[in-house]
């Protein structure tokens, strides 16, 4: 038994539903609107990516290239491209993990998440579902929070280069 079906035998079905979408915010009450298979997914992205986005694992702090990024340009799912993030808003935390204070209106989802016991907010892109990180309240104003993204869901398009299209 993994820990995901621990908790949920634990917690109870209602608290921690086990496969598929978790709503927690009325924001994507309907849900992704890019539904694929895991086998699709897996398809398509690397596996560490694929694991961090679809099986919501943790890449290791202070691995992603990303961290070092400056340049100005928007950060996009790794899974179905959509924009997420404006590199104005993207700040060094201290953490090992990309982090941004403010992510594109719409952009993403949060539910609850019970993987360390205590709740923890868990962010991911609206359109595909793809598990980013979590959200966390002690980043630098104006907003107060950090998003605290796994560099593997990312990718960076710099501003001088056209976004790619959306998977679809």
């Keep these: 038994m993994n820990r995901r079906q621990t908790l949920h035998t ?11 979408y ?17 086998e699709e997914w ?15 694992a943790t890449e290791p702090p202070g691995t992603s290239p990303l961290n070092d990024e400056k340049r100005a340009g928007t950060y996009i799912c ?14 060094d935390s201290g953490t090992g993990w990309p982090s941004f204070w ?6 993403v989802g949060t539910k609850l ?3 360390l016991i205590w709740p923890r907010t868990e962010y991911h892109c609206a359109r595909c579902g793809g598990h980013q990180g979590h959200v966390f309240d002690d980043g630098p104003k104006p907003t107060g ?8 869901a990312l990718r960076f398009v710099p501003r001088s280069e056209p976004l790619p299209e959306l998977r679809t």
Excluded at 10 to 20: N, Q, V
Excluded at 22 to 38: E, M, Q, Y
Excluded at 43 to 56: C, D, H, I, S
Excluded at 145 to 152: F, I, P, S, V
Aim: charged content about 20%; hydrophobic content about 45%.
């Design 10 to 20: 634990l917690l109870g079905a209602s608290l921690f539903p086990l496969g598929g």
């Design 22 to 38: 978790r709503v927690a915010s009325a924001a994507d009450a309907d849900g992704p609107t890019l539904v694929k298979s895991d």
């Design 42 to 56: 897996a398809k398509l992205l690397p596996r560490p990516a694929f694991e961090v986005l679809f099986e919501e």
């Design 78 to 91: 790794a899974a179905c491209f959509q924009p997420l993030f404006d590199s104005a808003t993207k700040y």
């Design 102 to 107: 403010q992510p594109l209106a719409g952009a």
């Design 113 to 115: 998440d019970f993987k």
């Design 145 to 152: 929070k950090r998003y605290c993204n796994n560099g593997l």
